[in-house]
């Protein structure tokens, strides 16, 4: 199953900038909309890995992921 997140874009003057709203610390800008977005897809996909990882690497001995959907 595939998360879906939602993303707040605006332009700014000649660029355009965003952010996602459910992950702190993701945005980014880009030239025309479509850059936008897709840096804001490369973006959200590396602060997933990153937060995985830091999440397996604080479980101590043996763990299960159980997958959660609000």
Do not use: C, F
Not at 24 to 34: A, D, F, I, K
Not at 40 to 67: H, I, T
């Amino acid at each position: 199953m595939a998360a879906s997140y939602t993303a707040v874009i605006q332009r700014d003057g000649e660029w355009w900038i965003g952010w996602v709203e459910e992950v702190p610390g993701v945005n980014s800008q880009g030239q025309t909309r479509e850059e936008l977005l897709d840096n804001l897809r490369d973006a959200l996909e590396e602060a997933l890995e990153m937060n995985r990882a830091e999440a397996r690497a604080a479980a101590k001995g043996s763990y299960e992921e159980v997958s959660l959907s609000a």
